[in-house]
């Protein structure tokens, strides 16, 4: 949301997920495509340093569109989400990890990891729910079910094993690394 177009009304959205986002990048909020050319005069000063610097976008933009913001020419890494999506189900996850192996082949960037953050339910919790269960629905619901924090401690552990043996960058958020 770097760059914005709010000359028009804004279109009524579901969501923001990256399904919520024009491909093309002409979305009014997010992932613009004027955006790569800030990053590019970023990339200017991060060459300055001895050794350059790297940076990673924290964008939620579409898989398709991640390899621009992690060129050499702009951060170098963009961060890859699409782990906090998955359900605890196998299946899902070696889904997820082809594809963005695939992709980073294909684009030459190396893949980032990513199982939470301070925007989602971490995924200690989100591991101790039954499976397909809407996060969004179930934190202002409540909170029912309750969470099987012994399921979801196991499995999160698991996960953070799975996601450290993989190419590419981790990103770990304080207490992860335990499974919290």
């Known amino acids: 949301a770097l760059a914005k177009d709010l000359s028009g ?3 009524g959205r579901r ?3 990256p399904d919520e986002i ?3 990048g002409s979305d009014p909020l997010f992932d613009r495509n004027e955006v ?5 005069t970023w990339r200017k000063v991060f060459n300055e340093y001895d050794p350059p610097r790297v940076a990673v976008a924290e964008s939620g933009a579409p898989a398709a569109r991640r390899p621009l ?3 050499a020419d702009e951060l170098g890494q963009a961060f890859n989400f699409d ?3 998955a359900n605890w189900d196998r299946k899902d996850f070696k889904r997820i990890i082809t594809s963005n192996l695939k992709a980073s082949k294909l684009d030459g960037s190396s893949s ?3 199982l939470s953050n301070h925007d989602q ?3 200690t919790a989100r591991y101790g729910l039954p499976n397909n269960t809407n996060w969004d629905a179930w934190y202002v619901g409540g909170f029912k079910p309750p969470v099987d924090y012994h399921t979801g401690f196991a499995r999160a552990r698991g996960a953070i094993m799975l996601m450290l043996a993989l190419p590419g960058s981790t990103y770990l958020y304080q207490g992860e690394e335990l499974g919290l």
């Open 15 to 17: 969501g923001f997920g």
């Open 69 to 71: 913001y992690a060129s």
């Open 22 to 24: 024009a491909l093309d």
């Open 9 to 11: 009304k804004l279109p």
């Open 83 to 85: 782990l906090m999506s």
């Open 36 to 40: 790569h050319e800030i990053y590019k």
């Open 112 to 114: 980032t990891w990513v």
């Open 121 to 123: 339910i971490r995924h």
